[in-house]
């Protein structure tokens, strides 16, 4: 099971950005409740996002409105990593 990992859950959709500041490199992952589960499970989950290497700042869209589960991780790596989130409207 994945132990090592941040995790928020928010409501958000298509007319909003979820802002994530991250103090390390790391994964940043929206997923919908049954992925969260498969994530959980170490089974194979779809999600938005990816990992972010260089960019301590990433904004993700929702491709629909929906309750999300954002996951913050180091993919297995040793390390800490922390995160800031903040839902914006847009323009």
Known sequence: MNEN??????????EEVVEVKLSAPAN???LTASDYTHYRNNEQFNYY???FGNELM?????PHQGHWYLVVDLGGLPGRVSA???IKKTA
């Open 5 to 14: 990992y941040l995790v928020s859950e928010l409501d958000a959709g298509p």
């Open 84 to 86: 800031y989130i903040s």
């Open 49 to 51: 996002g990816g990992h």
């Open 58 to 62: 990433v904004n993700l869209t929702p």
């Open 28 to 30: 940043v992952m929206l």
